[in-house]
Each structure stands twice: as structure tokens, then as C-alpha cells.
């Protein structure tokens, strides 16, 4: 079962703050890993993660219907403290939850986006691992 931390939800929050940005990373059709740092990083509810993409023509939002798998890590080495997550993503069309995402982002992430152009992403986390133990798993 998920059940995502209020410890992960705070320490996810304030990543930007604290120096540390969530890394994210996709597939495309060729196999190809992708490796991006998401600011905008999120827990969503106790099993999803969220991220808001700032670019609607982004390369990821390209990849998610053919290969909609995700990874996520979390590393704060002063509290010793990561978190490997893996889940399956998907697009947001426009309405309250895509809202919700964006007012959820870190102020850094928003205004890069003042106008909301960009994209909500919310991700059905599967597996969550910490120091090579699987914690959590649907």
C-alpha cells in the first residue's frame, strides 16, 4: 500500500529552499532515459506526486502517452534521508486539480509561469525505496 508521509510532503515542499530539487526522470519510445530537475515537485495526495511543467511543448508531455513511466528522487544527505519513487504519469487537462497543482508549486516554479501556460502532471506513485529497501509498494 502508499501511503506518502507528511515528512515527504514537507521536506518535498521545500526542496527548492533547502538547496536540494526533486530529479525526475522519463523514458521515450526509443528507451532513451531523460533526467530533468522538477521545482515544482509535489506530493499530491498519500500516493501521488505532482509537477507542474512550465512548458506546454515539453519534451516529457511528448513522452508520457507512450511510456508513461516515471522515477523521482528525493536526497537531503545532511538529514540522510532519500527516497527513490516510481509511478506512472499523466497529463491534467485544465480545471480545479490542474489549479490545484500549480498553487501547490514552489513561488520560484510560479513565477516562471505567471500566466499558467504550462502543464499539470500528476504521477500514480507504484513503489516508493529508501537505502535499497522497498518502503512502500501498490
Known sequence: MIELTDQ?????????????????TSVDSDGQP?????????VHSTEQLAIWVRNPNAGLL???PENPRMAF???NPGEQIGWLFH??????????ESQ???DNAHQLEKDR?????GVAVVIDVDRVIARGEVLMER
Open 34 to 42: 531523460t533526467i530533468a530537475f522538477y521545482g515544482s515537485t509535489q
Open 113 to 117: 509561469d505567471p500566466d499558467q501556460l
Open 87 to 96: 509511478g506512472r504519469a499523466r497529463r491534467l487537462e485544465t480545471g480545479d
Open 62 to 64: 511528448g513522452r508520457i
Open 8 to 24: 515527504m510532503r514537507d521536506l518535498i515542499a521545500r526542496a527548492l529552499d533547502d538547496k536540494l530539487p526533486v530529479i525526475a
Open 100 to 102: 490545484r497543482v500549480y
Open 73 to 75: 528522487m528525493y536526497r
